[in-house]
């Protein structure tokens, strides 16, 4: 399979949503893990586009979904980035690391707290994420919520 710095044919594909491209691209053994010039898979390209049956074709495929890009983020903080609660769960259903820390030492949870996504923080919270977590800042979750003004975050933190 070709490689491109915009990725593979499975990258394409999977950005696109043509799960029957996927499929077909499966079939014939291709490499799942391949990274495009960002270090981006396919599966984080899934993830950034919100295609959840592509994502889940290549997770079912066994899709490592703790690749780190060149900015440290693997595909839960993909999702976690688009507020996709559905995929941030299936992707934790395949041993996605909820603990996975990028270059700005962003746990997921850390991550959704500084872009404001309320439901993906409640959500990473049931899923028993690190509330006590710091980035490299030494920043906690709660100082975090404080500091982006998120009073519902806050009380969610301190009723754990």
């Known amino acids: 399979m070709e490689r491109s710095d915009l990725g593979t044919a499975l990258h394409l594909a999977c950005a696109n949503g043509h799960s029957a491209v996927?499929?077909?691209?499966?079939e014939r053994k291709c490499l799942l893990n391949l990274c495009d010039n960002e270090k981006r898979t396919a599966l984080m390209k899934a993830v950034e586009c919100q295609e959840e049956e592509c994502a889940t074709l290549l997770l079912e495929?066994?899709?490592d979904p703790?690749?780190?890009?060149v900015c440290g983020n693997?595909?839960?903080h993909y999702a976690?980035?688009?507020?996709n609660l559905s995929l941030a769960a299936k992707l934790l259903s395949y041993d996605a690391d909820i603990?996975?820390?990028n270059k700005d030492d962003l746990t997921p949870l850390l991550l959704a707290i500084c872009?404001?996504?309320?439901?993906?923080?409640?959500?990473?919270?049931k899923k028993k994420a690190n509330i006590h977590a710091v980035d490299k800042m030494k920043r906690t979750a709660l100082m975090l919520a404080v500091m982006y003004e998120s009073p519902?975050?806050?009380?969610?933190?301190?009723?754990?």
């Not at 703790?66 to 890009?69: E, G, I, L, P, Q």
């Open 22 to 26: 996927v499929t077909l691209l499966l």
């Open 61 to 63: 495929h066994g899709a």
């Open 66 to 69: 703790n690749v780190m890009d």
């Open 74 to 76: 693997t595909a839960v």
């Open 80 to 83: 976690v980035f688009c507020q």
């Open 99 to 101: 603990e996975a820390r």
């Open 115 to 125: 872009e404001r996504r309320g439901q993906m923080v409640e959500f990473l919270v």
């Open 152 to 160: 519902d975050v806050v009380r969610l933190l301190l009723q754990q």
